[in-house]
């Protein structure tokens, strides 16, 4: 009997002397490819449509936001936000210009502007958005959206 | 006297030390991939420009209104759903007669498959999808009508790409793209100053 007892082994540890190198990979992994969030949402989060004819924005340092929603307390209207405050729509041409100041000469004619906006904003709003645009040149733009269809917007 | 080893560094807290680390740039990092509908905005006009005079046959109209219910051709009620359908009727019609065409210089449109309608429009290259909004129409529904109106576009180059090369619009070379985007089906969506 004793014979087999003796005879059991130890069961060998796992060796953890790599794991410090693949938590260190995934590490980096992640340090590179994390984008911490520029700009504080003053507004609401706006909930984007779904859209199906969607094209990815190439170039994010050439891409500059404005978030159209609700406000945070509720207060009626829509809200717009350049970088990190709300904003009248007479300032988006400032905001555009401010844009193009941090960019070459070269790179301003490819300046797209994203208008991400909530799905409940009214079309004017963007309208007059698009029409300050329209003022200083600023021709391309993107309507955010999610990947989708588009028919489940409307119920 | 004998030389003492140094003693190495206990470094078992090395992972323990990576892995807060990465616990951290896992939260904080946001992989969200910016996606939308590209469009671009008309330049702004001289006001004392007259603008050209376009057949009504040509235009595709399309309102919409503060109840976000559309309207086709100024007569028909449509739904979103059916709404690309039309479209695609619309400017795959091809309905021009070579003597009709001879002055903008354009041949009949061989590729289209549509009913050839002399109601409707001439030419892809001249027909023209107008779209008309009120300031209370809600973003959501905006962006539905946009998307289909786009997507109409999007499913006769798929069609026309298939046909002539044997694959889809996007497998095909930047070239052959610009010859479809230009000649064969030109997208020509225009946006007329929304209603009070």
């Known amino acids: 009997m004793s014979k087999f007892q003796k005879k059991k082994k130890e069961m060998p540890a796992v060796n953890t002397a790599s794991l410090p190198d693949i938590v260190f990979m995934l590490l980096f992994f992640f340090m590179v490819t994390t984008v911490m969030r520029e700009t504080d949402l003053k507004i609401k989060k706006p909930s984007l449509p779904k859209a199906d004819q969607v094209k990815k924005l190439e170039k994010k340092s050439l891409v500059s936001y404005i978030y159209v929603g609700k406000s945070k307390d509720d207060t009626p209207g829509d809200k717009i936000q350049l970088n990190d405050r709300i904003s009248n729509v007479e300032d988006v041409q400032n905001f555009i210009f401010s844009e193009r100041r941090k960019r070459s000469e070269e790179e301003i004619p490819l300046l797209t502007t994203s208008i991400k906006a909530d799905i409940k904003v009214n079309v004017g709003t963007i309208t007059d958005i698009k029409q300050q645009l329209r003022n200083v040149n600023a021709l391309k733009i993107n309507y955010?959206?999610?990947?989708?269809?588009?028919?489940?917007n409307v119920k | 006297m004998a030389r003492r080893n140094t003693p190495e560094i206990n470094a078992g807290?090395?992972?323990?030390?990576?892995?807060?680390?990465?616990?951290?740039?896992?939260?904080?990092?946001t992989m969200d991939v910016d996606t939308g509908i590209s469009r671009k905005l008309p330049e702004k006009q001289d006001p004392n420009i007259v603008p050209p005079?376009?057949?009504e046959k040509n235009v595709f109209e399309v309102?919409?209104?503060?109840?976000d219910e559309i309207l086709v051709e100024g007569d028909t009620y449509m739904k979103v759903s059916e709404l690309r359908a039309a479209a695609i009727k619309f400017i795959d019609n091809g309905g021009g007669t070579a003597a009709d065409l001879q002055k903008a210089d354009l041949s009949p449109c061989t590729w289209c498959g549509g009913d050839k309608d002399p109601a409707s429009s001439d030419h892809p290259k001249k027909a023209i999808i107008s779209l008309q909004s009120d300031r209370g129409t809600s973003y959501a529904m905006y962006i539905s009508v946009q998307n289909e109106l786009v997507?109409?576009?999007t499913d006769l180059r798929n069609i026309y790409a298939n046909k002539k090369f044997g694959k889809g619009f996007k497998d095909l070379s930047v070239a052959e793209q610009k010859i479809i985007k230009k000649d064969i089906y030109p997208q020509i969506i225009s946006e007329a100053e929304p209603t009070k």
């Not at chain 1, 955010?144 to 489940?152: I, M």
């Not at chain 2, 030390?17 to 904080?28: N, P, S």
């Open chain 2, 13 to 29: 807290s090395m992972a323990d030390i990576a892995f807060l680390l990465l616990i951290f740039f896992l939260v904080t990092t």
């Open chain 2, 151 to 153: 997507g109409a576009y």
């Open chain 2, 63 to 67: 309102n919409v209104n503060r109840n």
């Open chain 1, 144 to 152: 955010s959206t999610l990947k989708g269809s588009a028919l489940d």
């Open chain 2, 53 to 55: 005079v376009l057949k």
